[in-house]
């Protein structure tokens, strides 16, 4: 059993081959690369990294964020953007747009050079969207009920007309297999309702006759004898039954949406967090390096409180707004007499070790923490 836990540990820390010659998604620190002459190259490894691993259409969210936050475009001028095609709104934009959220600080002779780009696909942006209206208002614009209208017109209607005209010449003997037929023109979604309420249109009517609700129902279908009627009625009535099985068998075989997850950048957009504390002399990761991640120390520099977050998810950790999520109940939270003391032990050593020199002999009271982050916290370390 120890030997099973060993390898799929293993098999867990084990690279791709991509992360072994690309290494990680980069990610840099406060102060790292604002005077560091090493700044071009820093900048141009990072770019490599998402050309390799990111398509146009995988930039757009961040890029949408990056004019919203650095440059100030609107939700409208943001809408007027998105009209461009994936690779010109991210041609140039996007491998900065997401190393700036991975930590890169960019002088302001990079960010006039960012906004001129920006009002660049902007105004072509403007002239897409005229385009689009323009050709909006010449194309006759088919919905999607009236497509569906047209296809069981061509298809299953054919079949139940010849049904009704059969027992206008006194044919009630026929059959009329509605699900089998369905699937047969690979008719479902709105069609279901379209075809039920054509056909109650025949059914109610002789229901009326038949039940003798309604006079002129009556002698409407006087003609027709009641075993007849009833014929009618079974028909319909079966074909309801079928309609009701195909709506069961369709939801039963819908395939649940899975929810795409927000990129790290995405997620950490709303988090309040203490960039640095002089007095602790301590300074926080980017919270970027927070998502994915199974381990997590935060410490609050004006309650004195250590917590470690740990999580179980596959997924890792999740950030929304300011609140971490899929901690699990192994995560802890206590108040540090000696903070000089522990923090630098939680900025060093191995988990085995922060457990024994850290957790085993603290001897204030431990507690579950609530996933809360504020802008007293400093985001010491992920693992």
Not at 75 to 101: C, S
Not at 305 to 333: A, P, Q
Request: glycine share 4%; hydrophobic share 35%.
């Amino acid at each position: 059993m120890a030997d099973n836990k060993v390898r799929t540990k293993m098999r867990k820390n084990r690279l791709t081959i991509d992360d072994k010659y690309m290494g990680p998604e980069p990610v840099f620190q406060p102060g790292e690369t604002k005077d560091n002459e090493r700044r071009e190259n820093l900048w141009s490894k990072a770019a490599h990294w998402y050309n390799y691993f990111y398509k146009a259409k995988d930039y757009v969210p961040t890029v949408l964020q990056f004019a919203e936050d650095l440059f100030g475009y609107d939700k409208d001028q943001l809408k007027t953007l998105k009209k461009l095609q994936d690779w010109e709104l991210t041609g140039k934009l996007g491998k900065a747009a997401k190393i700036h959220y991975r930590g890169f600080e960019y002088n302001e002779k990079e960010l006039a050079n960012y906004a001129e780009d920006f009002k660049v696909l902007y105004e072509k942006a403007l002239v897409t969207v005229e385009e689009i209206k323009e050709k909006s208002a010449t194309k006759v614009v088919v919905t999607i009920q009236q497509r569906q209208k047209a296809k069981i017109l061509d298809t299953i209607m054919v079949e139940w007309d010849e049904v009704v005209e059969g027992w206008l010449n006194g044919k009630y003997k026929q059959e009329f297999d509605a699900y089998k037929l369905f699937k047969q023109y690979g008719l479902k979604g709105t069609t279901l309702n379209m075809f039920k309420n054509t056909v109650n249109l025949e059914y109610q009517p002789i229901k009326d006759a038949y039940d003798k609700t309604c006079d002129q129902a009556v002698e409407a279908f006087a003609h027709i004898s009641k075993a007849n009627q009833k014929k009618m009625l079974t028909t319909m009535e079966t074909i309801f039954e079928d309609l009701d099985k195909l709506k069961t068998a369709t939801k039963a075989a819908r395939i649940p949406r899975v929810k795409k997850p927000k990129t790290s950048d995405v997620q950490i957009k709303n988090l309040k967090y203490k960039v640095e504390d002089i007095d602790v002399k301590i300074m926080s990761i980017n919270p970027v390096m927070i998502p994915g991640k199974e381990v997590l120390f935060v410490y609050n520099t004006k309650t004195r409180k250590l917590t470690e977050y740990v999580t179980e998810s596959t997924k890792g950790f999740e950030v929304s707004g300011t609140t971490i999520k899929n901690i699990s109940d192994k995560s802890r939270v206590t108040t540090l007499r000696k903070p000089d003391d522990i923090l630098p032990l939680i900025l060093s050593k191995t988990i085995k070790q922060i457990d024994k020199q850290v957790w085993d002999t603290l001897t204030t009271k431990v507690s579950v923490p609530n996933g809360r982050i504020n802008a007293d916290c400093i985001l010491l370390r992920v693992l």
